[in-house]
């Protein structure tokens, strides 16, 4: 008999914070792209690479989650995307890190740049076309979008992840898909697929290639 009033309560409870993200989630993610965004332009204006790998040293993988909403969100402008997560390991790992220690660096970008193009997709799918267009942090052309809408329109869903896994193209379509009202937890997930892909074979790129490098060096 106590199972009913539990489920009952369990399904309140439920109830009551799926109101509260439908009431206020905008709000927050708004919130959080406009923070992001100052943090941004400060980046752009003051930043480089190695300003980067200062902060992945003081502050470690918090600080490492912090830059790839950055990259998630087009924010980051001071370092290229396919320099990161080499950077990170570079910088995290010792030179015999096991397959643990890839697979965190790895997690925490994937996570991290999902959180930001999520933010992205929500500011385009409420937003608008006009409206991202209009902003000064967002740096993509009109053509350029007009580009990568055609592809959205071509492809459809599984272009979502295929352009996030290639280089230059990362993050390109995350504005078309929000403008095509896709749905959020498709967009999350096939967002993260493609991250996880791409940041998986940087990260094995390094692997190979660091004591090559470090040869040369």
Known sequence: ???????????????????????YGLLVVA??????????????????????????ERYGLYALLFVFVLEGAMLLYFAPSEALVPAAIAVLLPPDAGLAGYATIIGVAVAGATVGQYALFVLAKRG?????????WFRVSTDQLARFERWFQR???????????????RGMVTVPAGLADMDDRRFVVL?????????TWLAAGWHLLAPT????L
């Open 1 to 23: 008999m106590l199972a009913v009033p539990l489920l009952a309560s369990t399904h309140f409870a439920t109830g009551r914070v799926r109101r509260l993200i439908e009431d």
């Open 31 to 56: 919130a959080g792209a406009a923070v992001l965004g100052v943090v941004g332009v400060a980046l752009y204006v003051v930043g480089d690479r190695e300003l980067f790998r200062t902060m992945v």
């Open 128 to 136: 608008g076309r006009e409206y991202l267009l209009a902003k000064p």
């Open 155 to 169: 492809w459809g869903l599984v272009v979502v992840p295929v352009s996030n896994a290639l280089l230059f193209t």
């Open 191 to 199: 967002s993260a697929l493609g991250t996880a892909v791409f940041e």
């Open 213 to 216: 490098v470090a040869g040369v």
